[in-house]
């Protein structure tokens, strides 16, 4: 029997990546049918505005536009989009706008070009109407924006253990301290977009969507038009990043679903970049209110936390993120009493969605911070501070006192010690004083994490096994850049014996696979992963009957090893899967197939600590990151090149919301940084080396042992480098209360004094 290579835990290059290079890659925009209309949105310009009227009738006029349309003309776009309680917008606003970029009129085009023409002869007239632009103004009273909500306060998350704040009595010293963080947005490569297209003689709706979860998009567009959700077919073909962002619920989705299926003629958007800053759900942007008590020693006695999420117009899924940063909140550290209290409350901006990470960055950023804070107020070391507080291997199964969430394995205190010694932290403070008298700052950050990925739900797995002995999985999962279609073609061909060239990834289809909930929360590999172990399981299993008639045997004294099926007891007289196919295929049956689906309520933890070291030149403040660590215990780790590009993605999104990325809007709602000229990403020359050491305590809550790594390099971020650059000043005694840590934030505050959320609008 020949040996067939255990695929999981290979560096496998990614097997997606060819026809992405070559140019053959089929994204929304590149879908085109026959006679497509283009649909072009007219979006408000105002953050707050009662809509007086609306004039189309020029628009109407100009050759090449099928239909203009507005809330007033079609009563079925006043309907609120699905998903998105305690209040929802409409799919057109018909009566007020309550942020600067929320759709008002539809305009449907032989082109964009004419339909973009057509947006011009649009008149409307507005009332404007007082913005609110900040919590503290909204929390005021009559500052309501909804007539139908008593508040702008949409959402409280509450959760104490312990004695809660009372035990804040007990500690020796209490910190307290206003941490913020400023609104950021994800801008993926791609921006949103679908086409749709309606087969009355078959009555389905076929929609190509760049989303991350085909199946909850075809539950909402199905939920809005009213129709049974097997009469929507809705695929994802090549999607150009997510990060969270193509998940949620907006207009476009439902318009251009609805008029392919009102006229009976193929619709299509796709944004543009202004559009995604204007109209892309955004995320970030929290008040926190902390308290931290401590004892001499550095034990953490209690933390007490109240803090205000500025969601936007409307909830999104801004309120899964307030959540998230309240369970996040106490990191990986034995906090034995706290009370946390989160509010999520709406202003005029464009409403929050997850953007990766989700609130785990937010819940994280404050308590580094504190600890920080704590270290120096007792004069101990900040590593110090942590190694004293980490959670414990013998601690597991932790309890937080938080209802569920309960970490399940690792060894936090090894994880981290084993940073510092790739820190070297004594040599590293030799050279910090030795570079200060060169006129250069060296600073080191250190932050710790617990990453919570999946925790709830289900995804599917349908392998097919071809003719030719090859296998197709079919997955509910949706790619975004991930590799999935090749870590998921690793577990295949593992489980199945194949190599791992035999197995091809469909991924994102409703019409390929009846169940899935998608891919976001670095679930992915945990649930698909296991779904496509179990399949391939019960694929061996439906195969054996098959075996069993060519080699003359019972099914039940077939055996399976390594891609071959044979008798119990004779392994040297062996059948392959291509023999099995070809049996099947000449009984004239239908393809051998095994669709099975993993679900589980509990989530997995995986640990990391990141250290930094930055450059700051005293006279010009120019900041350069010299090196970047960091640890990841990973679980058992399918493919190590990918989780490698996973941990850095996110470490570099997370480099720019603390140093450069921000979403800033004037006193009257108006968005200030709409392009790439003021909204600043960081590029290759920004972006360091960075050094990953995985480690692979294996996560007992799936039989795999996976646990996530999506959002491994974000989460510490903001905390690492606002530690690093204090570290950098120890002797001046910064504080940096908001990220992010601009360049102009950072000059102003060293030379005109003052905590650095004095300078937030800078």
């Known amino acids: ?138 929390l005021a009273p009559r500052a309501v924006l909804h007539p139908s909500l008593e508040s702008n306060v949409v959402d409280h998350v509450s959760y104490a253990g312990g004695q809660g704040k009372e035990a804040l009595s007990q500690a020796d010293v209490v910190i307290r301290a206003t941490l913020r963080m400023g609104r950021v947005t994800a801008q993926p490569m791609e921006p949103r977009g679908l086409v749709a297209a309606y087969d009355p003689s078959s009555d389905l709706l076929t929609v190509y969507h760049a989303t991350q979860s085909v199946h909850r998009a075809q539950e909402r567009i199905a939920d809005f038009l009213g129709i049974p959700r097997d009469r929507v077919r809705v695929i994802a073909p090549d999607v150009g990043g997510g990060f969270g962002v193509k998940n949620g619920t907006y207009s476009e989705e439902v318009l251009v679903s609805y008029f392919a299926r009102r006229f009976q003629h193929p619709v299509k958007w796709v944004g543009d970049r202004f559009e995604e800053f204007l109209s892309t759900y955004q995320e970030r942007e929290q008040t926190h209110h902390v308290e931290l008590g401590v004892k001499h020693d550095g034990t953490i006695v209690a933390f007490v936390d109240t803090y205000y999420q500025d969601n936007g117009a409307f909830p999104g899924g801004g309120i899964m993120v307030s959540r998230n940063t309240a369970r996040n909140l106490i990191g990986p550290y034995r906090i034995p009493h706290f009370a946390i209290d989160g509010y999520t409350v709406l202003t005029n901006k464009v409403p929050q969605g997850p953007y990766r990470g989700a609130g785990r960055p937010q819940g994280h950023y404050v308590i580094e911070r504190m600890l920080d804070r704590a270290a120096d107020q007792l004069g101990l070391d900040r590593a110090e501070i942590r190694l004293k507080n980490l959670v414990r291997p013998e601690d597991f199964p932790y309890q937080t006192g938080i209802p569920d969430l309960v970490y399940d394995s690792g060894n936090y205190p090894q994880a981290f010690q084993d940073l510092l010694e790739l820190v070297d932290l004594p040599a590293f403070r030799e050279e910090q004083r030795a570079a200060r008298h060169r006129g250069v700052r060296l600073g080191l950050g250190l932050s710790a994490y617990v990453e919570i990925s999946a925790g709830f739900g289900f995804e599917g797995a349908r392998l097919e096994l071809g003719d030719d002995g090859t296998v197709t999985l079919f997955t509910g999962a949706t790619n975004q850049g991930q590799g999935h279609r090749t870590s998921l073609a690793q577990i295949a061909a593992d489980t199945l014996g194949l190599d791992v060239s035999a197995v091809s990834v469909v991924e994102g289809d409703t019409g390929k696979i009846a169940r899935g909930i998608g891919t976001f929360g670095s679930r992915t590999i945990i649930m698909a992963g296991n779904a496509t172990r179990l399949a391939g399981e019960a694929l061996i299993e439906a195969a054996k009957p098959w075996a069993a008639e060519i080699l003359e045997a019972h099914a039940a004294d077939i055996a399976f090893d390594r891609g071959h099926f044979f008798v119990k007891g004779v392994p040297q007289v062996s059948i392959s899967w291509k023999a099995v196919a070809e049996r099947v295929a000449s009984q004239g049956e239908g393809p051998l197939t095994a669709e099975e689906y993993f679900s589980s309520n509990t989530a997995t933890y995986g640990f990391g600590a990141h250290a930094v070291v930055v450059e700051i030149d005293e006279k010009t403040l120019s900041l350069r990151i010299r090196r970047y660590l960091i640890v990841h215990d990973t679980g058992t780790v399918v493919n190590p090149l990918l989780a490698r590009g996973q941990v850095i993605g996110g470490t570099i999104q997370g480099l720019g919301t603390a140093l450069w990325e921000e979403m800033l809007f004037n006193e009257d709602g108006q968005p200030l940084t709409t392009s790439f000229l003021d909204y600043l990403l960081p590029g290759s020359a920004e972006s360091p080396d960075i050094a990953i050491y995985h480690r692979d305590y294996r996560a007992p809550g799936n039989p795999a042992g996976y646990k996530g790594v999506g959002e491994a390099g974000i989460i510490p971020s903001q905390a690492v480098i606002l530690s690093a650059i204090e570290d950098a000043f120890r002797d001046r005694k910064i504080a940096l209360d908001y990220a992010p840590v601009t360049p102009n934030r950072l000059f102003r505050l060293l030379t005109q004094g003052g905590d650095s959320h004095e300078t937030a609008g800078l």
């Open 1 to 138: 029997m020949a040996e067939v290579a255990s695929w999981v835990g290979q560096a496998v290059p990614r097997l997606e990546d060819r026809p992405l290079i070559q140019g053959r890659g089929r994204y929304v925009s590149d879908i085109q049918f026959p006679q497509q209309w283009t649909m072009v949105l007219v979006r408000s310009p105002h953050a707050h505005a009662i809509i007086r009227s609306i004039d189309v009738s020029r628009a109407r006029q100009l050759s090449g536009v099928h239909h203009v349309i507005t809330a007033q003309d079609d009563e079925m776009l006043r309907q609120a989009l699905p998903g998105m309680a305690p209040i929802a917008p409409p799919a057109l606003a018909f009566e007020r706008v309550f942020y600067v970029g929320q759709p008002v009129v539809a305009i449907l085009a032989d082109n964009r070009y004419i339909a973009e023409d057509a947006r011009d002869l649009v008149s409307i007239d507005y009332q404007p109407l007082p913005s609110v632009t900040n919590v503290e103004e909204a």
